[in-house]
């Protein structure tokens, strides 16, 4: 991205003027030195430190203003290999009640903060499922449960298995009010031109339809064909032709009353006629009414996987040891799949705001950027994180260089952004970087750095 805001020589006045304008300035401590600043780019606000005092600092200025909340918690699995802490309680029981209230002091703001149209997706295992669904629907209320998406995680899956090999986790979908949502939906994919769509369905009651003339294409011959029924008479989809019609060219040139199972009223075949966005065809053999949509979409299949452009861990930790130049997070989520769930909800919404306050790797500030890359758009996107990580094999609060926050998501980042991958340099994503941490804000620049040059400029 060529239009940077500051050259390189840059004075330090210029950009603590520019770090003093953003928001939340009360709130929290900038770290220029993670700063990644371009005019006009959407930003990305990573804010280092504990989520829940976070998200109850944002909170009053947000409340109704996100569009997307993706999450990826913790799944209480016990497992000590990770970066950060999965253990909830000293047992089973109060290991599953502290996980619940965890979450619950969570997805409470999260409910609060989420736009009238908003949808927050929740990334879980079989481990805390079902515990989660119920929360959610107390939460959020059962009416607005959207799906539980299933997401082929790998295509490996656990070799030494003699129950059952585990290639599945779940993407649980709430909407803030479902009736709202599904004024425009979610989108998955365009309908494409070459989707053919039949027009009989045979578990309707049969109906009189009539087409105006030159709306049907045919490769029937042309001339004119009397009344009668069309099709297999045995058949419950024939079609009963109650008038003479003509075929000229190509197309039905005159009026043609059929008498059938159609899957449209008469009502809806006006409508659909007057969009101008539908195409119908009768084919030689069976007389099936077939149609073609050119506007809207489809929506999201419930099963991620290859066939709708999602990966696997398999490759999200090669992209992630592209990027870093060592495998430094276990089990990362692929940026496709994140790409493809805030695409669903903000494929006509440019200016979304997206909120991910497990941000873990910064996967879903690289999937933002790249949305916005690949579609257009202005979208922006929060990411919470602490930096907590291992020393000496123990688990600390801040590890300093060495934590999730410093080592990974921030330097993740700012590759994405930059293009600059240890693997070597690729196109670079729009899109500014804000490091924020939670602590009393100075507005002394020199306190956060000690000659005011270690704020990362885009060229």
């Given at each position: 991205m060529q239009n940077s805001l500051f050259s390189r020589d840059a004075t330090e006045e210029e950009v603590a003027a520019y770090l003093k304008e953003l928001p939340w300035q009360?709130?929290?401590d900038i770290d220029p030195a993670s700063c990644l600043v371009r005019e006009e780019d959407p930003r990305i606000d990573l804010i280092q430190g504990d989520n829940l005092e976070a998200l109850n600092r944002l909170k009053p200025s947000m409340l109704g203003k996100v569009d997307v909340i993706y999450i990826d918690p913790p799944y209480n699995t016990g497992a000590l290999h990770f970066a950060y802490d999965d253990k909830f309680g000293p047992n089973a029981d109060a290991s599953h009640a502290e996980w619940v209230a965890f979450m619950r002091a969570r997805l409470t703001i999260a409910r609060d903060v989420l736009a009238e149209n908003g949808v927050i997706f929740i990334a879980i295992d079989d481990n805390e499922q079902a515990r989660l669904r119920l929360l959610c629907d107390e939460l959020f209320g059962e009416e607005n449960f959207v799906c539980q998406f299933i997401w082929h995680k790998t295509?490996?899956?656990?070799?030494?298995?003699?129950?059952?090999?585990?290639?599945?986790?779940?993407?649980?979908?709430?909407?803030k009010s479902k009736k709202l949502l599904g004024k425009e939906g979610l989108f998955g994919s365009e309908p494409g031109a070459d989707v053919a769509n039949p027009f009989h369905h045979r578990p309707n009651k049969p109906r009189l339809i009539t087409f105006p003339p030159n709306t049907i294409r045919t490769s029937m011959d042309d001339g004119d064909y009397q009344p009668g029924i069309y099709g297999d008479p045995n058949d419950s989809l024939s079609a009963e032709v109650k008038k003479t019609f003509t075929i000229k060219d190509g197309w039905i040139s005159t009026e043609l009353e059929v008498f059938g199972r159609f899957r449209w009223t008469q009502r809806n075949l006006d409508a659909?006629?007057?969009?101008?966005d539908v195409e119908f065809h009768i084919r030689k053999g069976k007389f099936r009414i077939i149609f073609y949509k050119s506007n809207g979409h489809k929506a999201p299949s419930s099963?991620?996987?290859?066939?709708?452009?999602?990966?696997?861990?398999?490759e999200a930790s090669k992209e992630l040891e592209a990027m870093l130049g060592c495998q430094s997070f276990i089990y990362p989520k692929p940026t496709s799949l994140i790409k493809y769930l805030i695409k669903a909800v903000t494929i006509n919404r440019p200016y979304a705001l997206v909120l991910d306050f497990f941000a873990g790797s910064g996967v879903?500030?690289?999937?933002?950027?790249?949305?916005?890359?690949?579609?257009?758009?202005?979208?922006?996107?929060?990411?919470?994180?602490?930096?907590?990580?291992?020393?000496?094999?123990?688990?600390?609060?801040?590890?300093?260089?060495?934590?999730?926050?410093?080592?990974?998501?921030?330097?993740?980042?700012?590759?994405?952004?930059?293009?600059?991958?240890?693997?070597?340099?690729?196109?670079?994503?729009?899109?500014?970087?804000?490091?924020?941490?939670?602590?009393?804000?100075?507005?002394?620049?020199?306190?956060?750095?000690?000659?005011?040059?270690?704020?990362?400029?885009?060229?």
């Open positions: 009360d709130k929290f295509r490996k899956g656990k070799a030494l298995s003699r129950v059952a090999r585990q290639v599945t986790e779940y993407v649980l979908c709430f909407a659909e006629l007057l969009g101008g099963l991620l996987d290859d066939r709708c452009g999602v990966g696997t861990y398999e879903t500030g690289h999937a933002v950027a790249q949305l916005n890359s690949e579609i257009g758009g202005y979208r922006s996107c929060i990411l919470i994180t602490d930096n907590s990580g291992k020393i000496n094999g123990r688990f600390v609060e801040d590890a300093g260089d060495q934590g999730i926050c410093s080592a990974i998501t921030a330097v993740r980042l700012k590759k994405a952004l930059t293009g600059a991958w240890a693997s070597g340099q690729v196109d670079g994503l729009p899109g500014s970087l804000v490091h924020r941490k939670i602590a009393r804000y100075s507005s002394d620049l020199s306190e956060f750095s000690e000659d005011g040059q270690d704020l990362v400029l885009a060229a």
